[in-house]
């Protein structure tokens, strides 16, 4: 990328792989594998791209940790790609387990459109998208300008996007996240969204309680009723929803070209405590297909490309900082292979996503894998000092989820 006057624009160059591979000598006898990946990924927070060459890096660590015989680490520009353009590149450099000299199966996804039944009911359909659509975008306008999100033990201070983030992992199973999706009629991003919740409220509840205990106050934990805790979700806007074919994306004039493609929507969460678990799963289902019906992304992504061909790059960014700052965290949910794959002949034994940089102190990203599904969390220590405890309150959550589905299943089965 280079700058012409006031513009930047991409231009053709030769590249150079000795200045984008890089393969650090790594003490074999390190005691402690898994903190010298994390601090290897959190330093390049402190360590801009350089602008002068294609902005992406491959770090390879021969290195065993506790998931992997080494690891290796992607480092690329946001600007290049969206989240479903970088892993459609990673599957199209990788071949299956079973097959090496096969492409991964790329798991697509049709947006079908709903078949009315009858005009009356497309008309009230119609009437409905339209003002959900204008509520929606009210609501984002109102959020650039004013309403902040409640401060909380997972919200960011000004200055949180320059700060160190540390990114840790969990894999879990995917059995448990299909059964849950089956049993409740649901989709995986309902499950993984109901899963968050609940997360963020056994966090919250337990950072609430210490205050409490600290200060020796009682009844803090009310304060869960107040809280404005909204997410901000990247949402894939291309004809086509899932991972396409590399080809495909990088055919001239295609409908699901690479770039980044996506539009924001503000999703409020439920923070809560149930007594029945699945209640999390239901809320995060009825706020979602609400979200649906509406073009909140879609006007979100035109009017960022409006901003930005009309009054430049610093406003449009100066906009899209604030939608971030006055929310709470970032969610995201990509779907992967679904079949195990190789990488250059090394079996993959897990992908991690995860971006910085933006004005949020908690990320989190879900990225399914074969049969696994792997919750990636970007956090600045400053704010959540033990993302490994937030670790464990997504896999209690599942868990305590995946029971009460299980006793429920039993019930009407009785």
């Given amino acids: 990328m280079v700058k012409e006057g006031r513009t930047r624009k991409w231009i053709p160059t030769t590249v150079n792989l000795d200045n984008h591979i890089i393969v650090p000598e790594i003490d074999s006898n390190i ?12 330093h390049f927070t402190k360590t801009p791209l350089d602008l002068s060459k294609p902005l992406w890096e491959l770090h390879l660590l021969n290195i065993k940790t506790s998931d992997a015989e080494a690891v290796a680490i992607f480092r690329i520009h946001h600007s290049v790609g969206d989240g479903a353009s970088l892993i459609s590149l990673l599957l199209a450099a990788t071949r299956k387990t079973s097959d ?9 996804k049709n947006r079908n459109s709903e078949r009315h039944r009858s005009w009356l009911f497309s008309i009230w359909w119609g009437l409905l998208l339209i003002w959900h659509t204008l509520v929606d975008m ?8 004013f309403i902040r999100d409640t ?10 996007a320059l700060n160190t983030k540390r990114f840790v992992n969990h894999t879990v199973s995917m059995d448990d996240i299909k059964l849950i999706k089956n049993q409740m009629q649901t989709t995986v991003n ?23 205990n600290f200060n020796g106050a009682k009844g803090r934990s009310s304060a869960l009723k107040n809280i404005r805790l909204r997410a901000s979700i990247l949402v894939n806007i291309r004809p086509v929803g899932g991972i396409q074919d590399l080809a495909d994306m990088m055919a001239e004039k295609s409908k699901v070209r690479w770039g980044n493609i996506m539009g924001y929507i503000i999703l409020p969460f439920d923070i809560a405590i149930y007594e029945n678990p699945l209640e999390y799963i239901r809320k995060a289902k009825d706020r979602i297909d609400r979200k649906k019906h509406s073009l909140e992304a879609i006007c979100s992504y035109f009017c960022a490309k409006a901003v930005l061909n009309l009054l430049g790059v610093k406003v449009a960014a100066a906009i899209t900082e604030r939608v971030l700052f006055n929310t709470s965290i970032a969610f995201s949910n990509v779907a992967g292979p679904v079949e195990e794959i190789s990488f250059l002949g090394h079996p993959v034994a897990y992908i991690a996503p995860s971006v910085y940089g933006h004005p949020q102190a908690l990320t989190i990203h879900f990225q399914s894998y074969a049969n696994k599904m792997t919750i990636s969390l970007a956090v600045d220590p400053l704010v959540i000092p033990d993302p490994y405890l ?3 309150d997504f896999e209690q ?11 429920n299943n039993v019930v009407h089965l009785v």
């Fill in 151 to 160: 401060p909380t033990p997972l919200k960011g201070a000004p200055g949180v």
């Fill in 100 to 108: 090496p000299h096969a492409l991964p199966t790329v798991p697509t």
């Fill in 390 to 392: 937030l670790c464990d």
């Fill in 397 to 407: 959550s599942l868990k305590l989820i995946r029971d009460a589905v299980q006793r």
């Fill in 190 to 212: 309902d499950v993984l969204l109901g899963v968050t919740q609940a997360a963020l409220t056994l966090y919250l509840n337990r950072a609430y309680d210490q205050e409490a």
């Fill in 31 to 42: 005691e402690h594998p898994d903190r010298f990946v994390e601090d290897y990924i959190s």
């Fill in 138 to 145: 009210l609501l984002f306008t109102l959020t650039i300008f």
